[in-house]
């Protein structure tokens, strides 16, 4: 079981990991086809952190 505020911190280590693999070997999915769309991914991060906290928050 995740000790509380864990699973924002399981989600943002799992992004950066994705981040840096996107920067070294692009992934090639839809929008991430270049090294220089990591940003695209800390953007998306930043959201999912965001509602993780909320949904958290009221549970």
Known sequence: MLIK???T????LVI???M???V?????WPGLKRRTDFWKL???AMAAISLAAVLGHWG
């Open 5 to 7: 505020g864990g699973m």
């Open 9 to 12: 911190k399981l989600l943002a």
């Open 16 to 18: 950066i990991g994705i």
């Open 20 to 22: 840096l693999i996107q």
């Open 24 to 28: 070294i070997k692009p992934l090639g």
């Open 42 to 44: 800390a953007v998306l």
